[in-house]
């Protein structure tokens, strides 16, 4: 990863936009940088970038040590906080008067303490739009990431029976991402079935996934920082006609929008593809969310692919793309496929077969 | 769970204050008072409490059905978006003017967007505050999460062999979790071995545990909503003399922590209980963080047990007791109870062995 590159067009947004420096406080961002290792949901670490061209990365004793071995110290200063000292109030200490910040990260009661001394100006997404464009090796730990996926997946099927509960089968999938090299997963996995298929957002229960039933499985593991984000549904013995018919929808769905994805092309647009095919069948209106969204460090991130992505895609985005049906009381079909949008169209990044499988 | 009683007392804050109203956007707070589902990260519900005292859920399509089926729709009004309308946007339409806010989780982007129409004010960590006193059935929900994770830990011990893995171990105790009742893991495992066990929180890696290390194991189960938390260090074969001294230090820092733990105490004054005492041990350079935190909804919350602790401990808080000592090239014990705070003391929620254990 080339850090340092990343961080010379930080140093460059700071002197065009005349600040005397810029924080970053996601660990998202913070590793996206530096490379200085996060663990989700935990905050802490702030990354100062001076106007003068040093970046330091303000921790206290807790991350330190880990921060000193993963991160080039030649090239980034390490500041420890006194026993019992917030590295927002060291970054006081240290930082010049007019600095730039994540608006869509720090939260207001931090903005509050910070803009008492200092001069605060919102980066405008400097960090996410630049998270946005893949280079190689990034897309290298994605698609890792996604081949792990896919052989957990492929393999815990084997292993399936009618009968068993949602969270018996997240348990041998994940447990197989990790031995396969997953440092973590990218998101909580969703495993939901019959009735339960309707909930997008549906984390695995007890509930055991019984004859006729569609079973939605949505799977990401996390390399190298980097996550994968992955849907299939599947189906055991012989599902309702209406579920057949919903599946085929949502494949052709899907297949246009795979084809139409490309350079150029709006979020917005290319959600409209899938979009109208589901109309044609009539099941439009039960898909009830965005098309995709990019995947990275974040398995949500930009660009967003839904009816509010006014933004075109360029080459090296890396976006899901997963139509999906939800009916109340019936069930839910869901599939989703990574691509990495390229100049002439786009290279699909899931491999996993999207046949109808009664299993 | 009593979320009627919870949300009352919102009502009253609104009318002390003089407010037409208050949000709460933090999908763990919406969930506190309403029972809605949530994946943790993600965002996009807002609960609104208006003076006239109804509260109202602004959801997508996405999460529509979900709350819907999980949420009392006879006492929440649920409002679902248009296609492509931001919560946010909807909200404006909706609210009072004058509009109290979570000053810890609203972004500043957010705040900028909403306070173009509505006058925001902080309301100071109402709902944080309330979330620091368990009732019994969230002290239940803790305590069930707890023994799914020692038996878990204890389970997978059982077939833990030498020059195993990192991520092997983590992939057998989360495995038996989520068999044994777990909605889900409260937090990314820990389990870091060796030279690595210095890093309060390393995540496991393809790094084989050898003979005379020590592993570090923390690890969390969610059920109904709420986390737990504990950590165990064990041995490979026979530690090096000064790990074996260590791990004495840091059982007796808690013991005493443990004992001194009741209503009234500060975090601060228990956190230098367990300090005290390994600075006896020579070992109080090498603890670098604090002693422990509130568990709950979410894993890290209040009330905080370190040298920034200034509330006193009441009766109904659940905290962790974990002191750590993490020797750089040699390694690290880290020891974690949760107990939840009572009149005359505490009672300890953790039951597993704390025996200095050689496997």
């Known amino acids: 990863m080339d850090y340092k590159k990343r961080r010379e067009k930080v140093f460059k947004v700071i002197e ?113 739009k630049m998270r946005e464009v893949k280079d190689e090796g990034e897309i290298r730990r994605i698609e890792e990431a996604q081949k792990i996926t896919e052989r957990a997946l492929d393999e815990a099927l084997q292993s399936f029976v009618k009968g068993m509960t949602e969270v018996e089968v997240a348990s041998e999938v994940e447990r197989r991402m990790r031995l ?51 849907t299939r549904t599947f189906f055991v013995g012989t599902p309702r006609r209406v579920l057949r018919d919903v599946y085929d929808a949502v494949v052709q769905a899907q297949n246009e929008a795979l084809k139409a994805a490309r350079e150029g092309i709006t979020g917005k647009e290319l959600d409209g593809v899938a979009r109208s095919i589901l109309k044609e069948f009539g099941y439009d209106q039960y898909f009830g969310h965005g098309l995709g969204h990019g995947v990275g460090i974040d398995v949500h991130e930009g660009p967003s692919v839904s009816p509010r992505g006014e933004a075109k895609l360029t080459t090296g985005n890396v976006v899901t793309i997963e139509p999906g049906v939800y009916i109340p009381r019936m069930g839910g079909v869901r599939i989703e496929d990574m691509v990495v949008i390229t100049g002439g169209g786009s290279r699909n990044l899931t491999n996993f077969s999207k046949k109808f499988i009664e299993i």
Request: aromatic share 12%; net charge negative.
């Open 16 to 128: 065009e936009r005349g600040l005397d420096g810029a924080i970053f406080i996601s660990p998202e961002n913070v590793f996206y940088f530096t490379g200085a290792p996060f663990v989700k949901g935990s905050v802490g670490k702030i990354l100062y970038f001076a106007k003068d061209g040093t970046a330091s990365i303000i921790v206290t004793d807790l991350d330190y040590q880990e921060v000193v071995d993963f991160v080039d110290t030649d090239a980034l200063k390490i500041v420890k906080t006194e026993f019992g000292e917030r590295p927002s109030e060291r970054l006081k200490k240290i930082s010049g008067k007019k600095v730039g910040f994540e608006e869509q990260h720090l939260s207001y009661y931090l903005y509050d303490y910070l803009r008492k001394d200092l001069e605060l100006q919102p980066l405008n997404g400097v960090a996410e």
């Open 180 to 230: 396969l090299g997953a440092e973590s997963y990218a998101f909580e996995s969703i495993v939901a079935s019959g009735e339960r298929a309707v909930y997008p957002h549906g984390k695995p229960t007890k509930k055991r996934i019984e004859e006729g039933e569609s079973v939605i499985l949505d799977l990401g593991a996390q390399v190298g920082g980097y996550c994968s984000d992955m």
